[in-house]
């Protein structure tokens, strides 16, 4: 394992992270299963990504929806943890294939389908992305395009509100999944390494995401992250 490619992937993965609201396990889950065993990644995404979390919420809070948090949140908590009872006994390259072909369908609705469907704010949306982002996040380490689809409905076109409250959310989903990974063993002293790396990357890219990349044009990022995750899905299933 490389120290250096972990420290490296953390650090674009929290760039992305504090300017979009997420990308952290996206970008993380594309590419540390090439450095790293299947179940370090997926540990790994959640265990670094609160401190990202923690630094975006803080400086947002004042902007928390808690009304339109605790639903969704319930749900997630709820379904994180089953799938991460489930996640231990499956076969590493099952699970990478698995990821590899949820790397691609999502990719293919944010570019395809992410401006035709349009999401409104109701309990049930909120219910419904809960549940498949604790779902994601359980099983893939990557619990944030669905929450995002919902916050960003919540949220109004406050780009302060989505922040604070979807950051919020994936700060306590985040440590619960790391609860329940330490509970099924998950806690090797590899992983723990690379936790710390992985955490020293990520304090790094959320500085520079909050300073630069709110100066880029957002649009022609979000597609380059999701180009890049279609083919970084198709890399991993085809080399599982």
């Known amino acids: 394992m490389s120290y250096l490619s972990v420290f490296l ?21 594309a590419l540390f299963p090439f450095v790293l065993p299947y179940m370090t ?57 698995l990821l590899g072909i949820f790397l691609v369908l999502l990719a293919l609705y944010f ?59 994936f700060l306590v989903l985040n440590i619960h999944i790391t609860v329940m990974r330490i509970f099924n063993g998950a806690a090797t002293t590899e992983m723990l390494y690379a936790a710390l790396v992985g955490t020293a990357g990520v304090g790094a890219g959320t500085l520079i995401g909050l300073k630069i990349f709110k100066k880029l044009d957002l649009t022609s990022l979000y597609r380059f992250v999701y180009l890049f995750m279609a083919i970084m899905g198709a890399f991993i299933f085809f080399t599982a």
Not at 42 to 54: D, E, F, G, M, Q
Not at 76 to 94: F, H, R, Y
């Open 41 to 97: 990644a997926v540990t790994l995404c959640t265990v670094s990504a609160p401190l990202s979390n923690v630094i975006v919420a803080i400086r947002y809070r004042r902007f928390i929806q808690w009304r339109k948090l605790w639903l969704p949140l319930v749900l997630a908590l709820t379904a994180s943890a089953v799938m991460s009872c489930l996640i231990a006994s499956q076969a590493e390259g099952t699970l990478k294939q």
């Open 9 to 29: 992937i953390s650090t674009l993965a929290a760039a992305l992270q504090s300017s979009l609201g997420f990308g952290y396990g996206v970008v993380g889950m």
């Open 111 to 169: 570019l395809l389908f992410k401006d035709r469907i349009k999401v409104r704010d109701t309990l049930l949306t909120g219910s419904v992305c809960g549940l498949l982002s604790g779902l994601c996040g359980g099983f893939f380490g990557v619990n944030g395009p669905p929450a995002v689809v919902y916050f960003m409905a919540a949220a109004d076109g406050d780009n302060r509100r989505y922040l604070a409250t979807a950051q919020t959310f």
